[in-house]
């Protein structure tokens, strides 16, 4: 019986996303060897833990929360990417467990945290460190509810993209300047797509539950253009990249391979598929997209080390 809990916990917590916060500690720990030409292998296995732990944690507290406003319940299209583990709904997890390991989650990220802290004795990394752990927990907790606010997919952009690659940087580092800037926005714009991608099939239960995401506050057809246009703004930036330094170019130039994958995001991101129940593809496509951009980025600033 315990066995099976914990499997559940550990499933609830969707593991198999948890990469999408560990891609961004690659971006900038690579770039910080790339700039520095030395690695904290401690304080990335530390970052690495923390914010994995820190998105598990999220995962649950957000499962909860859509449970008690009644998201998860009248959703009636959820797909592996969307609309919660389930697990609650499904009977396998009560909420007050659901919420209980969560927090769970949450301190060992605290923990992992304070331990990086204590290290570098670096108030911008506490002040990260507190600002994500927030942002995790009230994305749909109230009384903030983020997620429900229309703030959602920018929160998402600066927890998981914009944030953890200037922290990594930091940690390997120790400076603050704009390196990161350019392949931050990159990653912030990869995972801000995945979010958005991902409400279009809950638009209608979002809508029940008055969650104000963009696709329920400018509609399908709008939501389409914000993700096209969202993803040509990463590949301009990619060519700023090339530009702005050579310490930057390889990545820039490793990112520009992705644009078969983009141009297919593209094709599935279509007004018919997207609200076809059961179909995920163009979902399916944009966590590829995230994963192979964050990697090529990492790969260029190993190539440039």
């Not at 909860?64 to 389930?86: A, C, E, L, M």
């Not at 927090?103 to 990220?109: E, G």
């Not at 820039?252 to 593809?281: E, K, M």
Request: overall charge positive.
């Amino acid at each position: 019986m315990q066995r099976r809990f914990g499997t559940c916990v550990f499933l609830a917590s969707r593991p198999k996303f948890l990469a999408a916060s560990a891609a961004p500690v690659l971006v900038g720990s690579a770039l910080g060897y790339a700039a520095q030409g030395q690695f904290h292998t401690l304080l990335f296995c530390l970052a690495l833990f923390s914010i994995m732990a820190l998105h598990a944690g999220a995962n649950m507290a957000n499962d909860y929360f859509d449970h008690i406003s009644g998201n998860d319940w009248v959703n009636k299209n959820p797909t592996p990417f969307s609309g919660g583990s389930r697990y609650i709904q499904e009977g396998l997890l009560s909420p007050r467990a659901t919420l209980a390991a969560a927090l769970v989650a949450l301190v060992f990220a605290a923990i992992a945290g304070l331990v990086i802290v204590l290290l570098t004795r670096s108030v911008f990394i506490l002040l990260l460190g507190l600002a994500g752990m927030s942002g995790g927990f009230f994305y749909t907790a109230p009384p903030l509810k983020l997620g429900y606010r229309s703030t959602g997919e920018v929160l998402i952009g600066l927890l998981f993209g914009i944030g953890p690659v200037y922290g990594s940087y930091y940690l390997q580092t120790a400076t603050l300047n704009l390196t990161p800037l350019l392949p931050a926005l990159i990653v912030a714009v990869l995972i801000f797509l995945v979010i958005l991608v991902n409400e279009f099939a809950d638009v209608d239960a979002d809508r029940a539950a008055n969650k104000r995401t963009l696709v329920v506050c400018f509609g399908v057809r709008a939501g389409i253009w914000i993700y096209r246009v969202a993803l040509i703004v990463a590949y301009g930036i990619a060519v700023a990249q090339v530009i702005a330094s050579p310490l930057l170019a390889a990545a820039g130039w490793f990112y520009l391979l992705t644009l078969p994958l983009a141009a297919l995001a593209i094709r599935a991101v279509n007004s018919s598929d997207l609200t076809t129940h059961g179909q995920y593809l163009a979902s399916q496509i944009t966590v590829l997209l995230h994963s192979i951009g964050c990697l090529a980025l990492a790969a260029g600033f190993l190539v440039a080390a």
